[in-house]
């Protein structure tokens, strides 16, 4: 075989493809082109791993701000933060009893830019707690929970507890006494059916609270498998529970149809401008005008997307794109301006005077203040239950998509506030003033207690109230506006008393001025 | 009731359900079946058979200056240590509602953390606690007294130095 005549035309193409290598790269990073037709944005949505799970066109409807208030993507946006900066905290933490506190210290005092990804980490936390209840809220008075979005009512409910569990977690993880006594009082709220087990005289042969207790410290004491097993929890556990159920529910958006929107919403938009839109028919390059061409004129949908949709890309995305600012913008600024507390080193021998959990808890530690067990777990389980049911009790369509809809509306979730913000005060006035059943009957039964204090007359109280609405309006959405408003109000009162007007020994003051010196 | 016995089924005729669905299903049940029981045991793995905790037995002894009536409380331990006329006794100073440490105080005990009160004696006299503070088990030898943080007595045994 005779070698082929020594040329320079490989060379020269290798040359040229070197040269091409960075243009190519972006070519073949960004596929699809700029956005700037029909096609070219579908493909910015569908061509993306992390923009796919969005629809490549939006409704009109679902951009305006008052329809969701963006709260979902302010909690995601909240998560990512607390992710990004939890895992720059996991360089320096250390999760042992000896050296969790110091290394917390570390990270405050000295780890450079370490105080401020702490309290980024602390704030976005708390902004994530108050978006998820919110966003809750804004699904429910919407009646987003409705027929098909009943199973992703229930991720969402997951979701809230995850997001409070990781929260909790978070919580024991400096070691300082805020977080010891926390955590006491968390595993001994696990324990807490003792309380009933105990009245009975079944505790030896049934002791799910003593299990409870067990499995969360991995010991009898709060010492370093506690430490470990909540560390585990918050960085592990717990974040990859909530990655699935997110996954889940941004899926099961985008399968239930998007947001939910009332049955006359095109309609209504119909009348409004619709320069907004981007029509269908227009440069699309491979778009063929087969049926265009033998009609005459123009058909319905020129000028106009379909179903009043608009493409994701521009308009959905720099809508998301302004929310996660937005919450990244405040989350960063409140941590600048207020730190993340730090309180002395864990001492198992005296709690801290008042020792108080964190502010979303301090409406359950008002109520475990009555009854360990029904505050602590009973109540919230049924109000857990009761939340999970609303989607299959009401099986109504009146309103779905409307803030406030259904039989009642607005004036109804008015009354409601007024009765879920008075029946807490006066129950609290009345437990405040006069004291509760074991002040005049020293040796009443336990039993009587659990079953009858503040906390169950509350709960009773919220029961009852929601039935006449069902009844006065004959709505099963009636009664739950009024139970869901009774349990943002009653949820709201504990939490203030807790946090603003107990005191040392959980005492009632009107200030912290008026707390004795102790 | 009469037996009515099956015609003899050919070799030729097929299996009510095919050998190898069988075989394939029964694997497959069996299979479930085994990682069910797997997991059953896995999940003994968090709850602790051993627990590390320090000894709840602990040595002291009383100040010789203790006035009866006021509490002791052994540095590091939840307990209250009380010189009576009739004898020594100790109560857990660790709240039966959820576990934080009372304080003693000449008319009990009070919790910081959710408003019990108790009586000298342990036993609930307001708040969500809903059991009395157990008494510990005290036992003297030579001067030093032993507590036992984790027996209880009846409330009212006392011990004579």
């Given at each position: 075989m005779t070698p082929a005549p020594v040329t320079n035309d490989a060379l020269r193409e290798f040359v040229q493809n070197l040269k091409a290598v960075p243009r190519r790269v972006y070519e073949t990073t960004f596929r699809g082109g700029p956005p700037t037709t029909d096609r070219t944005r579908s493909t910015f949505v569908f061509g993306n791993v992390f923009l796919h799970l969005h629809s490549v066109r939006t409704h009109r409807r679902s951009l305006r701000w008052t329809t969701t208030l963006g709260l979902g993507l302010?909690?995601?946006?909240?998560?990512?933060?607390?992710?990004?900066?939890?895992?720059?905290?996991?360089?320096?933490?250390?999760?042992?009893?000896?050296?969790?506190?110091?290394?917390?210290?570390?990270?405050?005092?000295?780890?450079?830019?370490?105080?401020?990804?702490?309290?980024?980490?602390?704030?976005?936390a708390n902004v994530m707690v108050v978006t998820v209840i919110l966003h809750m809220a804004r699904a429910f008075y919407t009646a987003a929970y409705r027929k098909p979005r009943e199973y992703n009512w229930l991720i969402g409910m997951g979701l809230l507890v995850v997001t409070l569990g990781l929260s909790f977690t978070g919580y024991l993880?400096?070691?300082?006494?805020?977080?010891?006594?926390?955590?006491?009082?968390?595993?001994?709220?696990?324990?807490?059916?003792?309380?009933?087990?105990?009245?009975?005289?079944?505790?030896?042969?049934?002791?799910?609270?003593?299990?409870?207790?067990?499995?969360?410290?991995?010991?009898?004491?709060?010492?370093?498998?506690?430490?470990?097993r909540f560390y585990l929890l918050h960085v592990m556990i717990l974040p990859l529970a909530l990655a699935a159920l997110m996954a889940v529910h941004f899926w099961r958006i985008r399968k239930d149809g998007g947001i939910v929107r009332p049955a006359g919403a095109d309609a209504r938009l119909a009348k409004t401008r619709q320069d907004y839109t981007y029509p269908v028919f227009t440069e699309a390059p491979n778009k063929t005008y087969h049926l265009a061409a033998i009609v005459r004129g123009k058909t319905s949908a020129v000028g106009r997307g379909p179903e009043n949709t608009v493409p994701s890309m521009p308009h959905l995305f720099y809508a998301e794109l302004g929310v996660l600012m937005f919450t990244f913008?405040?989350?960063?600024?409140?941590?600048?301006?207020?730190?993340?507390?730090?309180?002395?080193?864990?001492?198992?021998?005296?709690?801290?005077?008042?020792?108080?959990?964190?502010?979303?808890?301090?409406?359950?530690?008002?109520?475990?203040?009555?009854?360990?067990?029904?505050?602590?777990?009973?109540?919230?389980?049924?109000?857990?239950?009761?939340?999970?049911?609303?989607?299959?009790?009401?099986?109504?369509?009146?309103?779905?998509?409307?803030?406030?809809?259904?039989?009642?509306?607005?004036?109804?979730?008015?009354?409601s506030a007024v009765i879920g913000l008075c029946a807490p005060l006066l129950i609290e006035t009345f437990a405040i003033r006069f004291g509760w059943l074991r002040e005049w009957f020293p040796n009443i039964p336990q039993l009587v207690v659990t079953l009858i204090n503040p906390a169950t007359i509350l709960t009773t109280v919220y029961a009852l109230y929601s039935i006449w609405c069902v009844k006065r309006y004959q709505s099963a959405r009636a009664g739950a506006l009024g139970l869901f408003t009774c349990f943002l109000c009653g949820f709201l009162v504990l939490t203030i008393i807790g946090t603003y007007f107990r005191g040392p020994n959980w005492v009632f003051y009107w200030s912290p001025s008026d707390w004795p010196e102790h | 009731?009469?037996?009515?016995?099956?015609?003899?089924?050919?070799?030729?005729?097929?299996?009510?359900?095919?050998?190898?669905?069988?075989?394939?299903?029964?694997?497959?049940?069996?299979?479930?079946?085994?990682?069910?029981?797997?997991?059953?045991?896995?999940?003994?793995?968090?709850?602790?058979?051993?627990?590390?905790?320090?000894?709840?037995?602990?040595?002291?002894?009383?100040?010789?200056?203790?006035?009866?009536?006021?509490?002791?409380?052994?540095?590091?331990?939840?307990?209250?240590?009380?010189?009576?006329?009739?004898?020594?006794?100790?109560?857990?100073?660790?709240?039966?509602?959820?576990?934080?440490?009372?304080?003693?105080?000449?008319?009990?005990?009070e919790c910081p953390c959710h408003g019990s009160r108790f009586l000298p004696d342990g036993a609930v006299s307001r708040g969500p606690a809903p059991q009395p503070l157990p008494w510990l088990k005290v036992s003297i030898s030579g001067?030093?007294?032993?507590?036992?943080?984790?027996?209880?007595?009846?409330p009212g045994t006392k011990v004579q130095a």
């Open positions: 302010m909690s995601l946006a909240a998560f990512l933060l607390t992710l990004i900066t939890g895992v720059m905290l996991m360089f320096y933490y250390k999760p042992f009893p000896e050296a969790a506190y110091d290394s917390i210290k570390d990270i405050h005092f000295v780890v450079p830019t370490g105080r401020l990804i702490r309290n980024i980490h602390r704030w976005a993880l400096p070691w300082d006494q805020l977080a010891y006594w926390a955590i006491t009082i968390g595993a001994n709220i696990a324990q807490s059916p003792r309380e009933v087990t105990d009245a009975l005289g079944i505790t030896e042969n049934f002791d799910p609270g003593g299990l409870q207790r067990l499995l969360l410290l991995g010991s009898d004491t709060v010492g370093a498998e506690a430490l470990i913008l405040v989350c960063i600024a409140l941590a600048l301006v207020s730190d993340a507390p730090l309180k002395e080193l864990a001492n198992p021998s005296v709690p801290e005077n008042p020792a108080k959990a964190p502010w979303y808890f301090l409406g359950l530690q008002e109520m475990v203040s009555f009854s360990a067990f029904m505050g602590g777990i009973g109540i919230p389980t049924i109000v857990l239950l009761g939340l999970a049911l609303i989607p299959y009790l009401d099986r109504e369509t009146e309103g779905t998509g409307e803030w406030f809809g259904g039989p009642g509306g607005w004036p109804l979730v008015r009354l | 009731m009469t037996l009515t016995s099956k015609p003899e089924r050919s070799r030729l005729d097929p299996d009510p359900i095919p050998r190898r669905d069988w075989l394939g299903l029964s694997s497959l049940w069996a299979m479930a079946g085994a990682l069910v029981f797997a997991l059953l045991g896995l999940l003994k793995l968090p709850k602790a058979a051993v627990l590390a905790s320090p000894s709840k037995k602990f040595k002291i002894t009383l100040p010789e200056t203790l006035p009866v009536g006021e509490a002791y409380v052994p540095p590091g331990r939840s307990v209250a240590v009380y010189k009576g006329a009739d004898g020594i006794y100790a109560v857990s100073t660790i709240c039966t509602h959820l576990g934080c440490v009372v304080k003693p105080n000449p008319e009990g005990f001067g030093a007294l032993t507590i036992d943080e984790g027996a209880t007595v009846p």
